[in-house]
């Protein structure tokens, strides 16, 4: 099967997370928006298109044969079992996504500490908000969203949230710590050895995975950059 | 199978989307948190519990059997089937789980009209955030949101997302009609006839529906008020 990436060609976003998992998987799959003379447009005009009776409510979207499956956590959920990126038992499936779903929800925050009011205005229009959460972010939510999968890696004994064999949560986590440092390089350092050590050993763990260390270095891995859900903003790393 | 949901025992908020879907599949259900002399304090005592291995990030919860499955999306995925609450083929599940998570996606920003910069503050320490919020929320994400269902709608032909069965999106669809009702009823009385008509005529499909009528009626049912997902707060009304 040639699995279809329909997600935007500038940033990683919420696409990276599925990104991670096609390259670990070892899939067969096209990041179909940035092949030559493609571009976001068309993948826009497929989602308004009016034969897809089911369209997509936004990127990223995967096409597997005639299925098209929106949602970053849920086409986790589907490539899990075919690319053995989560344990076979229902259980295991289903806590799988339930973390997946966690982790979505932290995606959310981390994009609302530079667009807390609306993602229709400029950054700079709602800079007051955003360091005001950002703030609030640092000492609430990331001691509990963060502590919490570091409970969960302790309760697992690691270096994975299964144990012994990666999932694509794991790579998803990765990824997590890898935009933490690229937004907010200060703060992250105080935190992450002291708060979450598991975590942070579970980063390297999968970062020297043979292939997720290929893809990191290949053209296929875009860089971080500011139009992305996590961006550098120096007044916003404290 | 006698299901025991744990949440809030106070308010409607994210449980209630479980809520309505045991109630309208006819499930053997124990509202946890509400039994006399159980409370709230019990269920985040098992929250924490060292037993819990695998314990969920936070409320609402569903143990079934051994089973505990947390996130509100994923413990529809799960009932729907047992239930009959969405139909067998695989791509109907995962379409019901797609929409169902950008349902979930709606109520965060719901939620976020009243506490754009942190809930670990009061809403009285974030009002003109939430005013600025609220403002965007009605001229961008409202159109967008609800309208994305609305097309979903036309495509089916309605009076629900899959045509003349009903499911726990439905279902979800309907509270969320509700909620916008309660929080903000001059600008949804102002939105929704024009913008979203097969939305209402699902709504009122659902509220007709005899076992989610009995409901309603019930004690069971928690009023809605300003420790919830949807608030009044007049000033936010526009």
Redesign the interface.
Known sequence: MRYELYYWPEIQGRGEFVRLALEEGGADYVDVARRRGYGANAMMKFMASERA?????APPFLKAG??I???T??ILH?LGPRLRLVPRRE?DR??A??LQ??I??LV?EVH?THH??????YYEDQRP?AK??TG??W??RVPK?LG?FE??LA?SRGPYVFGRTVSYVDLSLFQIVEGLRYAFPKRMKRFEKKKVPRLIKLHDAVAERPRVAAYLQSERRISFNEWGIFRAYRELDG
């Open positions: 009776k089911r369209a997509p409510y005639k299925l499956i929106a949602q956590a849920l589907y259980a289903l806590w996504h339930q779903m966690t979505t929800d959310k609302d807390p009011i609306s993602t229709a205005l908000a005001r959460y609030e972010f000492r609430h969203l919490y409970n969960v309760h």
